[in-house]
C-alpha cells in the first residue's frame, strides 16, 4: 500500500504529465509562430557607424559624414537626419529622393573638378549595399574604367572587374558607377585603370580602402571544394536569396566564395532578382518589391497592402510582375497568385487557388502540431505554391505545388483561368475531381516529390512540346491530408538527414499534344528535403546548384558534373542560390 507521502508525490507526477500534455501543443505552436514570424518582420534598426560631419543640408535633412574607410580614400556618407525615426526605412522614395539631390549637388560643387585621381567618392550612397562604394568623375577623353582589387590575405584572390556605368555606355567622359568587390573587414587595395577608346591606358590610380565588416555579421569566406568536372566556371556573382538566421540581406558571392555585395533589405529576403532595363526588381520585405538600379538607388516601391509575398516573383504579361503570395489574416496560406502593374504600381489578385480549386480544397486540413511542418501548425498551407513560370504567347502559368508534389498549368490567367494539366504521382490526385487533369508518366522513372523551382528550360521540336527544368527534392510530406502513397525506396520521407539518399536535377520533356510527360535527363546532388533550385546560370548550359538544408550549393556542368561547391552557414536552410551576371553593377562584354 502506498504510504500518504508517495501517493502526493505519485500525484504531483500525474498532475505535471497532464500539464504538460496540455501545454506542448501549446508550446508547439508558439515556437512555431515565432519561426514563421520572422520572414514578416521588418528593420526597425538602419544605422551605421560613420566618421566626422562635415556637412549639412538643412533643404534635404542629410548630414554628409566622413566615411571610416581609412587614410588611403577620402570618401563620404550620407546620413539621414531621421534615421533613427520609428518607421524609418531606406526602401521610401522620398528618402531616395532626399540622397539623391543631396549626391547631384556634391557632384556640382562649384569649386571642385571631380577626377579619377580625386573622385567623389561615397559609402553605400543609397543604404541598400553596405559595402557599395560610389565613384564620380570625369576624364579628358572618352574611356572606360577597370579596377583590380587585391587583399593581402593570400587565400583571398585578387578581383577584377569593368565598372558598369549608370549611363549604359561602355565608353564615356562622364563617369558614375557603384564598385562592386571591395570585401567587408579587409583592407583592400584598388587599382582602376582609366583605358581610352582606342584601347591606350590614359591613367592608373592605387589607392586603399579598409572597409568595415559586414551588417549582417555573416561571413566573407565560404568553405570551397573542388569538383571532378574540369570545366571553367561562368562568369558572374552567386546570389543566396533568403539565408535563415540572416533574414534582410541578400548575399553576393565570386567563383572563389569572396563575399563581393553584401545588399541590404527591409526584411525577408530576395526570392529572385528580375532585370528589367538598367534596373532589378526584386523583394526588400515580405509586403514591398522595390525596382533598384546600378547605383543602389530605388527608383519605384511597390506595396503589396494585405498580402504577403512568399517564394517567387517572375515576368507576366508586358509591364507586369507576377508574385506568389499569401492574404494577409486569411486562414489559408501561399495560395495566391498577384498580378503588379509596374507603372502604376496596382496589385491585382490573379487568382486564389482555394477558389480555382475549391472540390480539392475542401479535402483538406490545418498543419497539426505532430505533423512533420509542425512550425506551420495551425495554418491551411494546403498547396504550397513555391515556383511560377509565365508563358506569354499563350497567357499561361506554370506552377510547383510542394504540398501535393505536384507541378500545376492554369491557362487564360488574365481571362477566366482554368486548369489544363497536373504533373506528377497520379496517386496523389486518385478519388479527387482531377484525377483525369494528369498528365500519363511515359517511361520508367520516379516522378519528382517535394519539388522547387520549377523553370522553362527549352523550347520542344514542335508545338505543344518543351522542357522544365526542377529541382527534385524527393522528399515525400503531406501535412493537409492523410494520404499514404507507395513509395520507391529511393524517395525519403526524412525531412533531416538523407540516409543515402540524393535529390535531382530533373529536365522534364512535356508532350501537351499526347497528354505525356517523360525524363530527359537528370543528376544527383546533396539531398534536401525542402526549399533549394537547381537553375541553368544566365547565357550557360551550367547549372547553379542550391541544397538548402544541405547548406551547400555547388557549380556543375552541362552533363551534371560538380565544378565547385560552396558550403554556407544558416540557420536551418537558405532557401536558393542563383548565379547572375549582375550586367547592372559590372560591364559584360
Known amino acids: 500500500m502506498l504510504t500518504k507521502k508517495k501517493r502526493t508525490i505519485l500525484l504531483v507526477v500525474i498532475a505535471a504529465v497532464a500539464l504538460l500534455v496540455v501545454l506542448i501543443p501549446f508550446l508547439v505552436m508558439k515556437i512555431s509562430k515565432a519561426f514563421t514570424a520572422q520572414e514578416q518582420a521588418v528593420r526597425t534598426d538602419w544605422s551605421f557607424d560613420t566618421g ?67 573622385p567623389l567618392t561615397i559609402l553605400n550612397p543609397y543604404g541598400t549595399g553596405s559595402n557599395g562604394l560610389y565613384f564620380y568623375f570625369e576624364t579628358e577623353v572618352e574611356a572606360k574604367i577597370n579596377y583590380t582589387i587585391h587583399v593581402p590575405d593570400s587565400d583571398v584572390p585578387d578581383y577584377t572587374a569593368q565598372a558598369a556605368d549608370i549611363s549604359g555606355e561602355e565608353y564615356s567622359k562622364t563617369h558614375e558607377f557603384q564598385m562592386i568587390g571591395l570585401v567587408p573587414g579587409e583592407i583592400n587595395e584598388v587599382t582602376m585603370t582609366v583605358t581610352g577608346s582606342w584601347g591606350n591606358t590614359r591613367q592608373v590610380v592605387h589607392f586603399t580602402v579598409e572597409m568595415p565588416g559586414t551588417k549582417s555579421g555573416y561571413a566573407t569566406r565560404l568553405e570551397v571544394t573542388q569538383g571532378s568536372s574540369d570545366q571553367e566556371q561562368t562568369d558572374g556573382l552567386f546570389a543566396m536569396m533568403r539565408v535563415n538566421g540572416y ?118 486540413r490545418e498543419v497539426g502540431p ?92 514542335e508545338d505543344g512540346v518543351y522542357y522544365l527544368s526542377l529541382y527534385n527534392n524527393n522528399y515525400w510530406s503531406t501535412n493537409s491530408r492523410d494520404v499514404t502513397l507507395e513509395l520507391e525506396e529511393s524517395v525519403s520521407t526524412e525531412l533531416y538527414g538523407s540516409g543515402g539518399i540524393a535529390s535531382q536535377v530533373y529536365v522534364y520533356r512535356i508532350d501537351e499534344n499526347e497528354g505525356t510527360y517523360s525524363l530527359q535527363s537528370s543528376f544527383d546532388v546533396p539531398y534536401s528535403s525542402i526549399v533549394s533550385n537547381g537553375s541553368l546560370c544566365e547565357d550557360s548550359d551550367h547549372w547553379v546548384v542550391n541544397s538548402g538544408m544541405a547548406m551547400v550549393f555547388g557549380e556543375y556542368d552541362e552533363d551534371g558534373v560538380l565544378i565547385r561547391q560552396y558550403e554556407y552557414e544558416c540557420t536551418m536552410q537558405n532557401y536558393r542560390t542563383f548565379k547572375y551576371d549582375m550586367d547592372l553593377w559590372l560591364w559584360n562584354e
Open 52 to 118: 566626422n560631419v562635415v556637412d549639412q543640408s538643412a533643404e534635404w535633412n542629410v548630414d554628409i559624414t566622413q566615411a571610416n574607410l581609412g587614410d588611403g580614400l577620402n570618401a563620404l556618407q550620407l546620413v539621414p537626419q531621421d534615421i533613427q525615426s520609428e518607421g524609418f526605412t531606406y526602401y521610401d522614395l522620398g528618402v531616395q529622393q532626399r540622397l539623391h539631390q543631396v549626391i547631384e549637388e556634391l557632384k556640382s560643387l562649384n569649386d571642385v573638378t571631380w577626377s579619377a585621381s580625386q
Open 247 to 364: 533574414l534582410g540581406y541578400g548575399f553576393f558571392f565570386d567563383n572563389d566564395g569572396i563575399l563581393r555585395y553584401e545588399m541590404v533589405l527591409e526584411g525577408y529576403g530576395l526570392d529572385r532578382l528580375l532585370f528589367y532595363g538598367n534596373e532589378i526588381i526584386t523583394c526588400v520585405s515580405s509586403s514591398k518589391l522595390a525596382r533598384i538600379n546600378g547605383l543602389g538607388q530605388v527608383t519605384q516601391i511597390y506595396e503589396l497592402g494585405d498580402y504577403d509575398l512568399h517564394h517567387d516573383i517572375g515576368f507576366g504579361a508586358e509591364g507586369e510582375v507576377l508574385a506568389l503570395a499569401e492574404e494577409r489574416g486569411n486562414e489559408t496560406v501561399e495560395d495566391r497568385l498577384l498580378s503588379i502593374d509596374l507603372e502604376t504600381g496596382q496589385v491585382t489578385e490573379r487568382i486564389n487557388f482555394s477558389t480555382l480549386m475549391e472540390p480539392y480544397y475542401e479535402t483538406t
Open 370 to 461: 505532430s505533423d512533420a511542418f509542425f512550425w506551420q501548425a495551425g495554418e491551411r498551407d494546403w498547396i504550397h505554391l513555391n515556383s511560377l513560370v509565365y508563358l506569354a504567347e499563350e497567357d499561361s502559368v506554370i506552377l510547383s505545388s510542394r504540398e501535393t508534389s505536384t507541378i500545376i498549368k492554369v491557362t487564360n490567367l488574365h481571362d477566366g483561368p482554368e486548369i489544363e494539366w497536373l504533373l506528377g504521382d497520379e496517386s496523389v490526385w486518385q478519388d479527387t475531381s482531377y484525377s483525369e487533369k494528369c498528365l500519363t508518366q511515359e517511361g520508367d522513372f520516379v516522378p519528382q516529390y517535394g519539388q522547387h523551382c520549377v523553370e522553362y528550360y527549352a523550347d520542344g521540336e
